[in-house]
């Protein structure tokens, strides 16, 4: 990730959330285990640990319109979004 990404990440992540909170930078499930639940296993327990044990909000951050309807469809609220272009090899996408 470029310098200038990372900022635009950073500065999204103490806007949206600026008292403690759990941060989860990622969450990834291995193709073959998708579309079971997995991620939602994982999900749940971060946020039991967050909730109950460390009484902290959690932030998560996504990269992609397809994860964001995922954590809104778990009542997850969007709270900004950094747009970017990625080089591909076939040129440019955003």
């Not at 995922?70 to 996408?93: L, N």
């Amino acid at each position: 990730m470029t310098s200038s990404r990372v900022k635009a990440f950073k500065k999204l992540h103490r806007r949206a959330c600026p008292r403690p909170h759990v941060y989860m930078y990622t969450l990834g499930v291995d193709p073959a285990l998708q579309n079971q639940a997995v991620g939602d296993k994982v999900i749940i327990y971060v946020l039991n640990i967050a909730a109950e044990t460390l009484n902290l909000p959690t932030y998560f951050e996504c990269t992609g319109l397809k994860l964001n309807h995922y954590y809104a469809k778990r009542d997850f609220d969007i709270v900004g979004a950094v747009m970017m272009r990625i080089k591909t090899e076939s040129g440019e996408r955003e």
